[in-house]
């Protein structure tokens, strides 16, 4: 290692910050963070550090530096234009055996300013040893998504529950194995959901049974969104990667359920039409059962939990047996396929409004209002609907709508097979004829759809030979 990773407590101490622009703006920002009190010497002062001082978080010697600045310091920064000043900063401060560090000059540092991820009282960082300042921030970055914000809500109560902890549990290990379940189970999981009350009693609990009993799991319904991996939520992703059991449907695309935990139990309840390997209704009970044997459940689909999912009926069941739940929302099919194909859902001269309708047909027809589905200035995305395409094209013309009205069809939307068609409700079905798209394939009628050919920007990648 270049340098010692280390944390220093600055509260109440004076640190000297030498130089008054933006840079020395963002160094004093993160001592006033950490506590420390602030005094920058610099005859003149940047907008940003001018706010600070006049709202007395941080004081100002309005002047050129002085060795006698360095006169009970406890951490020096500078960050003037000076090389020589700069040079002389460090010197001087490292005799005084006081930290230094010169701006972008790793050659005069005692010590670097990493990339911060802060979750107080949880904080981590990342250093190139002035190597790179930008990849530690890439670095930052890529750590960023993999960090909930709720981790310093979780240090701090496991701060509460320390003491108890050590009282529960004599040996080291067996404190150990606690931490390791509390940490990664459902207690974690309610605080990063901000359920703070749910997590002490669920930690109040997992004391009190402390391995006696099996307590129970949870259930997190996720959506995987329309199929590419990268338009998944953070929170999605990191619950699949902890899960238990996955529980998922015909229209989770292959790369997203690659995403889950290697060594969890994948349990398939795909809907085809006709064809149902498993009933809703089982399905309900299923995720029940799951929980109540202790196991962290992600029940996966495609698309968004509440937009044509029936996550409303799993959760009913769900909170009817006293399991816990969350729902994790994603970006619905209409919303990620419409815009991989260029197809802006509203626009201010040609849609104001756009309605969401499942296509799925039933005894042959569809129970819909097709007088409101007729109506102007409207777009009308019809999910499930490619067999029951002839009805929609006949019943909307029935009603009021041009058969030259546009037409759109996405299959596989946001994917490496997506296949955009466009028409008109009058010849759209022989183009289905002709290009034999296959489910899951969106339907979107409106003059929105007019835009697809200029405002297409998503390339379907190469395949390889």
Same mark, same amino acid.
């Given at each position: 290692?270049?340098?010692?990773?280390?944390?220093?407590?600055?509260?109440?101490?004076?640190?000297?910050?030498?130089?008054?622009?933006?840079?020395?703006?963002?160094?004093? !920002?993160?001592?006033?963070?950490?506590?420390?009190?602030?005094?920058?010497?610099?005859?003149?002062?940047?907008? !940003? /550090?001018?706010?600070?001082?006049?709202?007395?978080?941080?004081?100002?010697?309005?002047?050129? #530096?002085?060795?006698?600045?360095?006169?009970?310091?406890?951490?020096?920064?500078?960050?003037?234009?000076?090389?020589?000043?700069?040079?002389?900063? =460090?010197?001087?401060?490292?005799?005084?055996?006081?930290?230094?560090?010169?701006?972008?000059?790793?050659?005069?540092?005692?010590?670097?300013?990493?990339?911060?991820?802060?979750?107080?009282?949880?904080?981590?960082?990342? !250093?190139?040893?002035?190597?790179?300042?930008?990849?530690?921030?890439?670095?930052?970055?890529?750590?960023?998504?993999?960090?909930?914000?709720?981790?310093?809500?979780?240090?701090?109560?496991?701060?509460?529950?320390?003491?108890?902890?050590?009282?529960?549990?004599?040996?080291?290990?067996?404190?150990?194995?606690?931490?390791?379940?509390?940490?990664?189970?459902?207690?974690?999981?309610?605080?990063?959901?901000?359920?703070? @009350?749910?997590?002490?009693?669920?930690?109040?609990?997992?004391?009190? &049974?402390?391995?006696? $009993?099996?307590?129970?799991?949870?259930? =997190?319904?996720?959506?995987?969104?329309?199929?590419?991996?990268?338009?998944?939520?953070?929170?999605?992703?990191?619950?699949? *990667? *902890?899960?238990?059991?996955?529980?998922?449907?015909?229209?989770?695309?292959?790369?997203?359920?690659?995403?889950? @935990?290697?060594?969890?139990?994948?349990? #398939?309840?795909?809907?085809? @039409?006709?064809?149902? !390997?498993?009933? *809703?209704?089982?399905?309900?009970?299923? /995720?029940?059962?799951?929980?109540?044997?202790?196991?962290?459940?992600?029940? /996966?689909?495609?698309?968004?939990?509440?937009?044509?999912?029936?996550?409303?009926?799993?959760?009913?069941?769900?909170?009817?047996?006293?399991?816990?739940?969350?729902?994790?929302?994603?970006?619905?099919?209409?919303?990620?396929?419409?815009? =991989?194909?260029?197809?802006?859902?509203?626009?201010?001269? =040609?849609?104001?409004?756009?309605?969401?309708?499942?296509?799925?047909?039933?005894?042959?027809?569809?129970?819909?209002?097709?007088? *409101?589905?007729?109506?102007?200035?409207?777009?009308?995305?019809?999910?499930?609907?490619?067999?029951?395409?002839?009805?929609?094209?006949?019943?909307?013309?029935?009603?009021?709508?041009?058969? &030259?009205?546009?037409?759109?069809?996405?299959?596989?939307?946001?994917?490496?097979?997506?296949?955009?068609? $466009?028409?008109?409700?009058?010849?759209?079905?022989?183009?289905?004829?002709?290009?034999?798209?296959?489910?899951? $394939?969106?339907?979107?009628?409106?003059?929105?759809?007019?835009?697809? &050919?200029?405002?297409?920007?998503?390339?379907?990648?190469?395949?390889?030979?």
């Amino acid at each position: 290692m270049d340098f010692l990773p280390i944390f220093i407590d600055i509260k109440g101490k004076l640190c000297l910050v030498v130089g008054g622009g933006e840079v020395a703006a963002r160094k004093a !920002s993160l001592l006033l963070k950490a506590g420390g009190h602030v005094r920058v010497v610099s005859p003149d002062l940047c907008p !940003s /550090l001018k706010s600070e001082l006049d709202r007395g978080l941080i004081e100002q010697e309005a002047r050129e #530096y002085a060795v006698d600045d360095l006169n009970d310091c406890h951490l020096v920064i500078a960050s003037t234009d000076n090389p020589a000043i700069n040079r002389q900063i =460090y010197e001087q401060a490292s005799r005084l055996r006081i930290p230094v560090n010169v701006v972008d000059q790793p050659e005069l540092c005692t010590f670097i300013v990493p990339s911060i991820i802060d979750r107080s009282p949880v904080v981590a960082a990342v !250093s190139t040893g002035g190597a790179s300042p930008i990849l530690a921030r890439l670095i930052r970055t890529r750590l960023e998504t993999l960090i909930p914000a709720g981790y310093g809500h979780l240090a701090a109560l496991a701060l509460r529950f320390r003491d108890s902890v050590k009282e529960r549990f004599d040996k080291p290990s067996d404190r150990r194995r606690f931490w390791e379940k509390v940490l990664e189970g459902g207690v974690a999981e309610r605080v990063f959901a901000g359920h703070m @009350r749910e997590a002490e009693t669920a930690m109040e609990q997992a004391l009190a &049974e402390s391995g006696q $009993t099996q307590s129970v799991g949870e259930v =997190y319904l996720v959506g995987g969104g329309p199929g590419d991996p990268d338009l998944l939520t953070f929170r999605a992703l990191r619950l699949m *990667q *902890q899960a238990d059991v996955v529980v998922h449907d015909r229209l989770v695309a292959k790369p997203i359920l690659e995403l889950t @935990r290697r060594d969890a139990e994948r349990i #398939y309840v795909g809907k085809e @039409r006709d064809r149902h !390997s498993m009933r *809703q209704e089982e399905i309900n009970r299923l /995720l029940v059962r799951l929980a109540k044997a202790g196991k962290r459940v992600v029940r /996966l689909k495609g698309g968004d939990p509440f937009i044509f999912g029936r996550g409303g009926e799993e959760i009913d069941t769900l909170s009817a047996e006293g399991v816990p739940f969350q729902v994790i929302p994603a970006i619905t099919a209409a919303s990620g396929c419409a815009a =991989y194909a260029g197809i802006p859902l509203t626009h201010r001269e =040609y849609a104001q409004s756009v309605t969401f309708v499942t296509g799925h047909l039933k005894d042959g027809t569809m129970n819909l209002n097709w007088n *409101q589905l007729a109506q102007p200035n409207q777009t009308v995305v019809f999910y499930m609907g490619l067999l029951g395409l002839p009805v929609i094209c006949r019943e909307l013309v029935k009603h009021g709508v041009s058969p &030259e009205m546009p037409v759109a069809l996405i299959q596989q939307g946001t994917t490496e097979n997506q296949r955009v068609f $466009t028409g008109t409700l009058s010849d759209i079905e022989s183009i289905v004829e002709r290009e034999k798209p296959k489910p899951p $394939t969106l339907i979107i009628v409106g003059h929105v759809v007019e835009l697809q &050919e200029k405002l297409s920007w998503y390339k379907v990648p190469d395949k390889e030979e």
